[in-house]
């Protein structure tokens, strides 16, 4: 197959790509490749059976057009301030104004025009007066917030507006290496899971395969020097309240983005991906690994709000090997939980002990994820990253009084792989030429919007 441009991952990097340059009137030929299925293909089979069935050859939810913010909770972050380090390579004014064009586009596609987070201000001011007394950074951030059903709809408006023309979408193919002559990225070589084989010669080559495909671009990079470096790699649990003990923050703001470097090791502790009246929720990568997220319907709602609490962690000369590293950490976890989430109460971590199933039985805090393992997580997690979350989600009981309750709950592993970060010029250009790296496995994004954003401005580069 000849193409001009080749997409490597329909997340909203590759499929923002593609939007573009139809929008800006490009006629170039453009192929995207996915290795799941199409929007409407894409179902969790626990919907039904109420716990994991590990799907082969891949999970729905994390693969498939849209990546996994098809299922996630479907936030767009606002501000330039959250979603990555790509301001810090396009520039703040650049990022800002095309995260408010690209937000335009979601609304054009159905995105629900009410923005949480921008009214309320002395209460903004209230909270943020906690967190600088507790030592924590409040980042307020609008958010415009889609809801996992409602993006899977967005997404497949897209998805047909695509198709309709002209790009060409090769579903249930995974690329497994790229084609180089001469110091010159011609193309790449697919394959399905049924063993058919395709090669696709193409002018320009993005790279946008999410955190999924984090561990797989790195060892691109390494294999045909693309220059590359080791970046952080976060890890850490999800947080599990009542609606009560934070309903104020989720009145206000919604999504409360706190950072903080609690002692003794002062490493970064950040919360993500708030979901008020949200769902924990289980996700599988292709080695087996299970990790835990969250979620948050439009309609549907939960007693609970959960978040997660990343630890982020950065190793320098001789350790090179950053996912591995969070694989590992994942990898333990699992095992002590028979291949499921370990969940655990706040109070037990302090006490020492792990949680039994009883005890969440008789407390406030109900599970979300219903097959979750109560267990103790503490014996796979490393002690810095432990002590970290510990006394993070002491310092945010100061702003949330209640959120250090002995109820809590707390799930792992939670891991964000998007450690290896892509050197690019500020058009996204590697080192090999016609060869362009995007979204959160480029390192350089974390989040739908501005993995979007990435994708908007590579769609003008290459019209």
């Known amino acids: 197959m000849k193409k001009d441009v080749v997409i490597i991952g329909a997340g909203p990097a590759g499929i923002f790509t593609a939007l573009e340059m139809i929008k800006k009137g490009s006629k170039k030929s453009i192929v995207i490749v996915e290795k799941g299925q199409s929007v409407e ?3 969790c089979p626990k919907d039904k059976t109420k716990k994991c069935v590990n799907c082969k050859p891949y999970c729905h939810i994390t693969t498939g057009f849209s990546g996994a913010g098809a299922f996630s909770d479907g936030k767009l972050s606002l501000c330039y301030e959250v979603g990555g380090d790509l301001p ?18 979601y609304l054009e596609f159905g995105a629900d025009t009410h923005i949480e987070g921008i009214n309320n201000s002395q209460e903004v001011k209230e909270i943020r007066m906690r967190a600088i007394q ?14 996992t059903e409602k993006a899977q709809s967005i997404y497949f408006a897209i998805e047909q507006y695509l198709l309709e023309h002209g790009v060409e979408i090769i579903f249930g193919y995974e690329c497994y290496d790229i084609i180089l002559d ?6 790449a070589h697919i394959r399905s899971y049924k063993g058919d ?5 193409a002018d320009s080559t993005v790279i946008a395969t999410g955190r999924r495909g984090a561990e797989w671009l790195e060892k691109i990079c390494a294999e045909y020097d693309i220059a590359h470096q080791p970046g952080t790699v976060d890890i850490g649990v999800r947080v599990e309240v009542r609606n009560e003990i934070i309903e104020k923050v ?22 993500f991906c708030q979901n008020p009246g949200g769902f924990v929720s289980q996700e599988n990568y292709d080695n ?11 309609d549907l709602k939960s007693n609970n709000t ?17 996912i591995e590293y969070a694989r590992k950490v994942g990898e333990l976890t699992n095992m002590l939980g028979a291949n499921h989430i370990l969940v655990q109460r706040f109070g037990d971590i302090l006490d020492g002990k792990r949680t039994w199933e009883k005890e969440l039985s008789q407390s406030n805090v109900k599970p979300t994820l219903p097959d979750a393992v109560a267990g103790d997580i503490t014996a796979a997690m490393p002690y810095r990253a432990m002590m970290n979350i510990i006394n993070f989600i002491k310092a945010v009981d100061h702003v949330v009084p209640g959120f250090a309750s002995t109820e809590t709950l707390l799930y792992s592993p939670e891991l964000k792989f998007y450690s290896n970060r892509v050197k690019m010029d500020e058009k996204f250009n590697t080192n090999v030429k016609g060869l362009h790296c995007l979204g959160d496995s480029s390192g350089w994004t974390r989040g739908l919007m501005m993995a979007s954003v990435m994708g908007v401005l590579m769609g003008r580069e290459l019209i």
């Open 250 to 271: 989720n009145e206000v703001l919604y999504e409360s983005k706190l950072i903080g470097y609690p002692q003794p090791f002062k490493n970064k502790v950040r919360t």
């Open 134 to 147: 507790a030592g924590l950074k409040l980042v307020d951030c609008p958010i415009r917030h889609m809801g």
């Open 88 to 105: 810090q390579l396009i520039g703040e004014n650049l990022a800002q104004e095309t995260i408010d064009y690209t937000d335009s586009i």
């Open 306 to 322: 959960n978040l997660a609490i990343l630890v982020s962690h950065n190793f320098s000369y001789p350790f090179n090997q950053p």
């Open 182 to 187: 001469e110091g010159t990225c011609k193309g």
């Open 41 to 43: 293909k894409r179902h």
């Open 197 to 201: 084989e395709m090669t696709i010669e």
């Open 288 to 298: 087996d690994l299970a990790v835990v997220n969250g979620h948050s319907y439009k």
